[in-house]
């Protein structure tokens, strides 16, 4: 249960962090703080990913 709750909270917070992305237009500046910013997209990206996954695989224990 503790893998949902945790995968669910990762889909929410890095889609929250990707969506604003969207809407502000991808990075603004130039040179480390654009470079910053993309590589927090990434970690949106990838928390989306591994946050999906585990709030439908669950806790990989089969329920009888």
């Known amino acids: 249960m503790r893998n ?3 995968g669910g909270i990762g889909v929410i ?3 929250a962090i990707l969506v604003r ?3 502000i237009g991808g990075p603004q500046g ?4 654009a470079a910053g910013q993309m590589g927090g997209f990434v970690f949106a990206g990838l928390l989306v ?3 999906g996954y585990y709030l ?3 806790d990989g224990k089969k329920q009888t």
Do not use: D, E, H, Q
Request: glycine share 26%; hydrophobic share 45%.
């Open 13 to 15: 917070w890095g889609g």
């Open 21 to 23: 992305a969207f809407l």
């Open 49 to 51: 990913l591994v946050g």
């Open 4 to 6: 949902r709750i945790f």
């Open 56 to 58: 439908v695989k669950g």
């Open 30 to 33: 130039t040179g480390s703080y």
